[in-house]
């Protein structure tokens, strides 16, 4: 599938989104924090914003996208890294067309007050979650508002509260996301992936790791049930529209929802193969209906990990990655401790195989980059 259709995509990092709209000949001009070597070969042209400790910095992001389009007429589609700061897509919408959701529909959906009373309203099941500090001797974990990739979660220890932080108790079972398509015609669940937590940087031990999609009959048909008609609950009170994913924790027959994020979510490409996801979601706002099918319901499961710097180190400039890495670094640039080096694939007939090789290929990976120390 091709068409003449450009748009400026713009996030923490928006390999997988650029990747996608490749597929559905959709040109386009990325922002992110990296311009990596993915990134570059699947647009127009690339630049990097820079990165505030929560998110991308709006300053540098206007900027970039001034740089891009200084005739404002390309369309904006935005990825994860900009929940903490919902007013610069107020500036964005302003001059141009946005396709994603409003900053109001953001901020609603992010602030925690706001979220997890619509949750309690609507009987969706969910953590006791507050703003207050906890005086009682539950596990709680404290997050910032608006963070995004998990380096923002800690375990609460006592810390003061700020207003930007709020408070979550810690439920055991596995986090699972769900990938979604909202649009006026009909809500779909493409997929499921189950998550798991980085365990490079001991002091951010719920840094997102990586992911592998699933088999939908993993999920009991009662919880299946359940979790479909609450996401439409939850859609519909938001009025979402496009790619979406919901973050769950599934503990034997019970489930509780962690939190939506309202923007296409990392673990799409999981589920993706010829037909463009991104291609769908843009559609959503040009009011057409698309129907997308997960590779899983052909018996192939995706998982991908990321490779996190264990030290300084740089990359050299005679290496070649592996056909099974993205998000691949230049040649001479210096990755400092705990920064993302790069993304391991891997593909097989069920999700257990694909989560093994997976794990074998971050192993690999971590190997070889301990020879990188500057």
């Known amino acids: 599938m091709s068409d003449d259709r450009l748009c400026i995509i713009v ?98 959906v992010c602030e925690p007050k706001i979220f997890f009373a619509a949750l309690t309203k609507l009987g969706v099941p969910h953590p006791a979650t507050q703003l207050s500090t906890p005086v009682d001797d539950k596990t709680w974990l404290i997050k910032t508002i608006g963070g995004s990739g ?47 937590c980085s365990e490079v940087d001991e002091d951010r031990p719920f840094t997102y790791g990586g992911a592998v999609s699933i088999d939908c009959q993993q999920i009991s048909k009662s919880l299946l049930i359940s979790i479909k ?40 490409e999981l589920h993706e193969g010829d037909d463009s996801f991104i291609g769908a979601h843009w559609d959503v706002f040009d009011a057409k209906h698309s129907e997308l099918r997960s590779i899983s319901l052909d018996g192939i499961f995706r998982a991908h990990y990321i490779v996190y710097a264990s030290d300084n180190i740089r990359v050299p400039i005679d290496w070649e990655w592996p056909h099974w890495v993205t998000d691949q670094n230049r040649a001479e640039v210096s990755i400092s ?16 195989s694909a989560k093994q090789m997976v794990l074998e290929r971050h192993r690999a990976m971590t190997d070889i980059t301990s020879d990188w120390i500057e």
């Open 229 to 268: 008609q609450h996401i439409n609950d939850v859609i519909s009170f938001f009025r979402l529209r496009g790619l979406l994913s919901f973050d769950m924790i599934i503990d034997g027959d019970s489930w509780y929802l962690l939190e939506v994020n309202p923007r296409p979510g990392f673990t799409f």
């Open 150 to 196: 998990g380096i923002h979660i800690e375990r609460y220890l006592n810390q003061k509260n700020t207003s930007g932080n709020y408070f979550q108790c810690c439920l055991q079972g596995k986090t699972i996301t769900a990938t979604v398509l909202a649009s006026e015609y009909d809500n779909q669940i493409v997929g499921f992936s189950e998550q798991w």
């Open 11 to 108: 996030g923490l990092s928006v390999r997988s989104l650029a990747v996608s709209a490749a597929k559905a000949g959709i040109g386009v001009y990325a922002i992110d924090c990296f311009a990596d070597l993915d990134v570059d070969a699947n647009s127009i042209r690339s630049k990097i914003a820079d990165w505030d400790e929560i998110g991308i910095d709006s300053e540098s992001l206007l900027k970039a996208i001034e740089k891009c389009d200084p005739q404002t007429q390309l369309p904006v589609i935005f990825g994860g890294g900009l929940e903490h700061t919902p007013s610069v897509l107020d500036q964005i919408s302003q001059h141009r067309r946005l396709l994603g959701n409003s900053a109001e529909t953001i901020r609603k």
């Open 337 to 352: 401790k705990f920064e993302p080096l790069c993304t391991v694939n891997a593909e097989n007939s069920t999700s257990e």
